[in-house]
């Protein structure tokens, strides 16, 4: 296999990937040509914070730390002149028929954004086709603990490599070599308003930051009949949207935050680390590689 062209960092800023940053600024990994962080517009404040301190970090060791974006997920959703890329919110039939809306999020927010950076650095952002043999190491944060989850990539021009799996590294390790590093409240990424909170995070939300639990209340509401391009057109959701999976509007929810068996139990959204089911399934596969793209916008 030719040698890669550039090494790259999926950075969720989540434990894991907060993790390889740091080894790889230590020199305890070979480093990165960059970290990516692919901004949804709408994590919570402590993510935006650990990311900045994140960026200081990287930086003192030569590692830029890159923003891309496909849009802002909460703003686009309410935007009627916006395609809704669907988030997994739970649905309920006007017969009481309840389900859940398909996940194209992840897709659109987070990997799209990521390849077309990934293309750019290797000098053939899309539709120019990625000769054979060109490609990057994309490095995943994914801990020995969720192996599972390593998948490999969809695409040729992007090799995923796993630098805790190959340290045989645990999620404890991570927190611990964290900690060491004063970084031991690093947070869970993922977007404020993601249909995937337990109870645990909204309790917290609600109690340790009202402005952005008001937020997400808003946004539960917004969508209740749809998306607003649906709307505008004239074709409101036969059923409703909800936040929770009570379905009712999340002020009205009676949240039970139970005891966590492992950290794992609300685990953060990274590009290509998710674990919930049916993930694999809902992320179409990449054009091969002359269809346009609306994704991947630098941010920063
Ligand atoms: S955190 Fe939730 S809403 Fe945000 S991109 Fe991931 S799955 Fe979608």
Known sequence: MTEPTTRLLSLGAGVQSSACLLLAAQGRIPRFDAAVFSDTGWEPRAVYRHLHRLTGIARAAGIPVVRVAGGDIRSDALDPEHRFASM??????P????????????????????????????????????????????AIGISLDEI?????????????????LDLRWRRE????????????????SSCIGCPFHDDGFWA?????????WADAVAFDGAIRHGSARANAEG??????????AQRVPLDQVVLRPRARRSPEDTPGCGPFTCPHPGEADQVPPEPTDARPTTAGRRVA
């Open 235 to 244: 074709q409101p959701l036969r059923g409703r949207y909800y936040l929770h």
């Open 173 to 188: 390790d991570c927190v611990a070599f964290l900690a060491e590093h004063g970084l031991g409240d690093t947070p869970r």
């Open 204 to 212: 917290d939300l609600k109690a340790r930051s009202p402005g952005e």
């Open 95 to 138: 017969n009481g028929e309840r389900g859940m809306a398909r996940r194209q999020c992840t897709s659109e927010y987070k990997i799209k954004p990521i390849k077309a950076e990934v293309r750019r650095r290797l000098g053939y952002p899309h539709p120019i086709r990625v000769p054979a043999g060109v490609r990057a190491d994309v």
């Open 148 to 164: 599972g989850r390593a998948r490999d990539s969809d695409v040729r021009y992007m090799r995923h490599v796993f630098p805790l």
């Open 88 to 93: 997994p919110l739970f649905t309920l039939g």
